[in-house]
């Protein structure tokens, strides 16, 4: 299981079914902090719910629509809708904090 790379051409049908996690990046750069939660997210959760990444630069539409002003920003989505957003860096522990939203489905 690897992280998928979200586009906006994908990003409907990747995360339009369940549950979402999705860091929103900049060209590319996601701080080693933040990938290194998310890559143990995947690994942990990753058979049942979608862990993502998307580029805001090369892909804006998804951005616009989702009002990404900072970077980076993570969510959690349910059927494809914002259940919480958190932007900036944030510590493995604050990022658990968005993970027990979906606790219920471990």
């Known amino acids: 299981q690897m992280v ?3 586009t906006d051409d994908n990003f409907k049908k990747e995360t339009g079914n ?6 929103f990046i ?3 750069a996601l701080p080693a902090s933040i990938k290194a939660v998310i890559d143990e997210l995947d690994s942990e959760v990753g058979k049942l719910i979608t862990v993502g990444r998307l580029d805001t630069d090369e892909n804006p539409e998804t951005s616009k629509e989702f009002s990404i002003m900072s970077i980076p920003a993570l969510m959690l989505l349910k059927d494809g809708k914002k259940v919480k957003q958190l932007t900036g860096f944030h ?4 990022l658990r904090r968005v993970d027990r939203h979906v606790g219920k489905i471990y």
């Not at 369940?18 to 860091?23: N, R, W």
């Not at 510590?91 to 604050?94: L, W």
């Open 4 to 6: 998928k790379r979200l």
């Open 18 to 23: 369940g549950f979402s996690f999705v860091a």
């Open 26 to 28: 900049a060209r590319g």
């Open 91 to 94: 510590n493995k522990e604050e």
